[in-house]
């Protein structure tokens, strides 16, 4: 599959196939995701595996953090759709901010460009599983429950974002989008 196609296919998969990822193609997506850029080559990346009990751990604690919320009528983002997925996919690799946390000159700017380098690694994975013929789901929905995955896994960097991976099983539905035009200046 050529570039143009993997990123024209690749969408987000919310229903997956009861078919575990080999871990060999997991180790594929990790050595692509870090060949992708970032700023001063700090690769600020981190990454954790999460399968079997270890991944329905992060769902058990985001269905808690959801029925806790609700009961005190607070928003729940998109958490009940992203917890499905989790529960349906093989795999879930959370990525982390290994500096934000740790050095003391940290500012807006390391934390943009950081953020940016780790958002290239996550759309450089996605793009690498689509090509592998596997489904991904980008999810910050994580971040309703941040305090409690981050005390369970007794994090020392910062969550950034999950991915969840596994053998899709949905059809594709109408990519929603502005054109290009619509969003895009052009100055000579
Ligand atoms: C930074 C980011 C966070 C996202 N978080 C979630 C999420 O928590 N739950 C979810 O179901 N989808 C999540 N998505 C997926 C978006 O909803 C999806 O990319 C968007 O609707 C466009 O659809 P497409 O990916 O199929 O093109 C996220 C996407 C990005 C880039």
């Known amino acids: 599959m050529d570039i143009k196609q993997a990123i024209l296919d690749r969408r987000s998969i919310r229903s997956y196939q009861d078919r575990s990822v080999p871990r ?3 180790e594929e997506l990790l050595e692509l995701a870090v060949k992708a850029p ?3 080559n700090r690769q600020p990346w981190r990454f954790l595996v999460l399968e079997g009990h270890k991944k329905d751990m992060l769902a058990t604690i985001m269905a808690d953090k959801v029925q806790y919320r609700k009961q005190k009528n607070l928003d729940i983002g998109s958490c009940e759709i992203s917890i499905a997925a989790i529960q ?3 795999s879930v690799i ?3 901010n290994a500096f934000s946390k740790i050095e003391e ?3 807006h700017y390391r934390l943009l460009t950081d953020t940016q380098s780790i958002g290239a690694a996550v759309q450089t994975m996605l793009l690498a599983a689509q ?3 596997l489904g991904t789901l980008w999810m910050c929905d994580i971040f309703y429950s941040e305090g409690e995955i981050c005390t369970w896994l007794e994090c020392n960097d910062e969550l950034i974002a999950g991915v969840a991976i596994g053998y899709p099983n949905q059809s594709l539905y109408p990519r929603p989008r502005k ?3 619509e ?3 052009w100055l000579r």
């Open 24 to 26: 060999e193609l997991i």
């Open 38 to 40: 970032s700023g001063k």
């Open 183 to 185: 969003v895009t200046e």
């Open 131 to 133: 090509n592998l013929g």
């Open 94 to 96: 959370l990525v982390f």
């Open 88 to 90: 349906q996919a093989s």
């Open 179 to 181: 054109p290009w035009t």
């Open 105 to 107: 000159d940290y500012n």
